[in-house]
């Protein structure tokens, strides 16, 4: 236990803390004051007692990691750094305004947060991948907390991250449960039983310390035992009272969301009393010591494949992340419980303490992700396709958060044929297209995925790369290179009618209607569109010059959003005409030549299209 003149500066400390909470809040005419008042001391606590943190160097590999899933309750995250001395009054002043990196949720733009937060039920699952990081991949002693709203407890996400840090002995992570009893709109479903709280978290393997949250000697208490060598994480589990600290705000609903008015601030300020702007209590610095070194392989073996040999670039993706996984140390795996599927486990056979296995928990695997991102790791997140839709507001959290993380969805598309409508991904690409400064990648053969897994460690940032079940014939030489933002002309003459842009599975069939036309003297050009997102608009330009300005795509995907639309819009300043085929019925069983052809995007189909456009535009060109 602390000193009491150390209780007592914590005390000056957060009342401090408060009165720039309120005053940030209120200049903004906006925010969510009554929220962070809640968590104030349990906060203070954590930074002036427990954490270590070097407020020099943010991105220090020993500091340890702070996370408010809470991400409503900022403006005591800026106070906090306020009270530390590292932000101005000025810059709370700041707050919510355009340009101010104090926004309304946190984001990276404020130098002290890693992850943007808010959407509620995240935050868990990014401390998560920040411990797993530590434990067993730097072998650091750092400590990861998180500030856990208890409304955000409803979500099925937290207890994802719940039971998969209980797995994986997660010692590091500590969770803080802000029980202030009122939500949103309502009081929440458990209200102030916080001894409810203590049993469900338990349940999962964690241990669990229930304490006043205004109580800095029970609260410092708290920090002081959470045990790092036991194997279990630690939950805090905190009653609290929202708005605590002003008497009319506290415990009271309609005031979430809402900033105080001149006259009320004036009376808040009163009641916090005098208030020493002075006062200090430094963090504490961390330890300086150093990760644990992964010696690399001196050089990357070479791709080598036979031209003809199929392979299913599913197959070729573990492949690849075996083969780079030597030379590329930071590179990790997370895999939805769908590894000998997604050839994952051939990752895992070579690199079996960089593959970590997360379950049928898909948003809890993309928040662990990021986390693991933010520690320097290249994660790679595999399972089927369609499964990540489950994960998307995840996914769409981590790209404003400066992500590293590279997305494999297998079994895209009707192509995967018997298993039905259920596994197939028909909407994915039009899912990832739309994320913010996302990279989107779909291979054909087995040289292309591996070079493009190649590209996406290569290149920082937010990638997919779709990856398809059926075996597919290799087409592309060994050396053949793949860039974002490129494509390939796999056929072309002189008097080709049409272009046609494909790409994945449809590519062959693109070839095979070539065959089928040819035999009608009927040539056209085919193009690999592998990068959907940027695609190449100068070779498409191009090429629909010189095939009198028609194009036909054609995708094993919704029509809605993907390939397709991707054309369209690099088009859109051209006079071309595009024609898209794409999965327009809703799909069943069966093999995948017949959903082929039931969505109209077969070999067979791509050629009775052909024959309609070039007839109905009256410019056929035939072989003499």
Known sequence: MPASTDIKRLRELAKLVRYYIIRGTTKAGSGHPTSSLSATDLMTALFFHTLRFDLKNPSHPNNDRVIFSKGHASPLLYALYAAAGSISEKEIDSLRKFGSPLEGHPTPNFKYVEVSSGSLGQGLSVGFGMALNAKYLDKLPYKTYVLLGDSEMAEGSVWEAIELSSYYRLDNLIGIIDVNRLGQSQETMLGHHV????????????????????KLEQI?????????????????????????????????????????SAEDYEKAIKELGEIDMGVKMSIKKPSDLKAKKVIAAKKIEPVNYKKGEKVATRKA?????????????NVVSLDGETKNSTFAEIFKEVYPERFFEMFIAEQNMVGAALGLSKRGKIPFVSTFAAFLTRAYDQIRMASYSKPNIKFIGSHAGVSIGEDGPSQMALEDLAMFRAIAESIVLYPSDAVSTEKMVEEAIKNTGLFYIRASRPATEVIYANSERFPVGGSKVVLKSKNDSITVVACGVTLFEALKAADILSKKSVNIRVIDAYSIKPIDKKSLKK????????????????IEGGLGDSVLEALSDTPNKVYKLAVTKIPTSGKPEELLDLEGISAKALAQKVLAVLKSKGNEKRRP
Do not use: C, Q
């Open 317 to 329: 993706y573990g492949n690849a992340l075996k083969r780079l996984g030597g030379y590329y140390t």
């Open 195 to 214: 001894e409810e709280y203590r049993k469900r978290v338990e349940s999962f393997g964690w241990s669990v310390k229930v304490v006043d949250g205004h």
């Open 220 to 260: 410092v208490s708290a920090y002081d035992t959470v045990n790092s060598t036991n194997g279990k994480p630690t939950m805090i589990v905190a009653k609290t009272i929202k708005g605590k600290g002003v008497s009319f705000l506290e415990d009271k609903g309609g005031w979430h969301g809402k900033a105080l």
């Open 543 to 558: 090429a629909a010059a010189e095939t009198n300005n028609l194009l036909i795509t054609v995708e094993d995907h919704r």
